[in-house]
């Protein structure tokens, strides 16, 4: 009734090849599939570039006053300068305060940067505080109007 021939062994042999070789063309496409992920720890975790804000005087008592507040969409709404991240930044900003935000691990960082126009130097003579103030290129000024706790502090000349 039925007829059933049995196969050669050069028949099972060449079965048994087809199969193996399937395996292997698998396997190896299952291989390269798996080499070809790459790992997310070795890409960027910064962001491209560093923005810089120019804030008000308002703001940057309002950060001295509350260090662990973050700066808020009404401060960071216009750049003025950007570079990027991972290059150097040359300082050509006029007077005034400045942020400089960047993305790192999820998280903004925020760098302030504070251009002055006048420095302070303490004098350290042991019994009274003294102090000069200087411009940009080192000069003594002694024009300015200082006070401390409101009250104003007079230049002594010659001191």
Known sequence: MFNRQAKSTSQLQLQFMAKCLFFFIGLSLITFCC?????????????????IYKITDE?????????DKKPDDKILH????????????????????????????????YDLVE???????????????R?????????????AVVRVNNKPCYLIPGA
Do not use: C
Request: aromatic share 18%; net charge positive.
């Open 35 to 51: 080499y070809a992920q790459r790992p997310l720890t070795d890409s960027r975790q910064s962001s491209v570039y560093t923005y």
């Open 131 to 143: 102090f000069a103030l200087f411009d940009r290129n080192g000069n003594v000024v002694s024009t």
């Open 59 to 67: 703001d940057l008592l309002d950060f001295y006053m509350h260090p």
């Open 78 to 109: 216009n750049p003025i300068d950007s570079f990027k991240t991972s290059r150097y930044w040359e300082n050509n900003l006029p007077r005034g305060n400045y942020l400089k935000v960047f993305a790192e691990k999820n998280k903004l960082v």
């Open 115 to 129: 251009n002055h126009t006048a420095f302070i130097k303490f004098l350290d003579n042991g019994y009274d505080q």
